[in-house]
């Protein structure tokens, strides 16, 4: 099995979904917008808010690098395998990533992340997960919680979900 380093632009889509909610499902609360609000970690709530993102996407990005550590561990932060650019890993292990800029040298643009539907999320998620979960500590990590977490609400935000008339059988 290898493994890789995650996209910035994938990072962001998995975090524009938990921020935003899905591309195909309307405002879950007039007014609030699509909230999934929060997952738990180790007992403890964790809110899912904008002034959060820079936090949530140095947690997945540092725990996707942990994970291709730990299976190429003669690499070095910018060396290991996967669509990383202009030095993306070592920015978020030095706590400078920045969700949804994008561009390369002192020019940004904030072009924005892609808005996945609930299951180009679903999927983004698989993928995410898949190259993170090598390591011994991925089952015990924050953002292993966040993930499943935010793939429980996917599911439920998944259309026809709601109208399904099968909570019991």
Request: proline letters at 6%; a negative charge; aromatic letters at 12%.
């Amino acid at each position: 099995m290898s493994a890789y380093v995650n996209s910035k632009e994938h990072i962001d889509a998995i975090l524009r979904v938990a921020l935003d909610g899905p591309a195909d499902r309307g405002p879950r609360y007039p007014g609030d917008g699509w909230r999934f609000g929060s997952y738990y970690h180790n007992g403890s709530r964790r809110d899912v808010r904008h002034e959060e993102a820079e936090r949530l996407g140095v947690l997945l990005v540092t725990e996707n690098a942990r994970s291709v550590r730990y299976r190429y561990p003669d690499d070095g932060l910018d060396t290991l395998p996967g669509p990383i650019d202009n030095g993306f890993v070592t920015d978020a292990f030095l706590g400078k990533y920045q969700y949804g800029a994008y561009g390369t040298g002192p020019v940004i643009i904030a072009a924005g992340p892609r808005h996945l539907t609930a299951v180009e999320a679903l999927k983004a998620l698989d993928g995410y997960e898949y190259q993170s979960c090598e390591h011994p500590g991925w089952r015990e990590s924050e953002a292993h919680s966040f993930c499943a977490d935010l793939r429980h609400a996917l599911i439920s935000a998944l259309p026809g979900y709601n109208e399904a008339d099968t909570w019991e059988v």
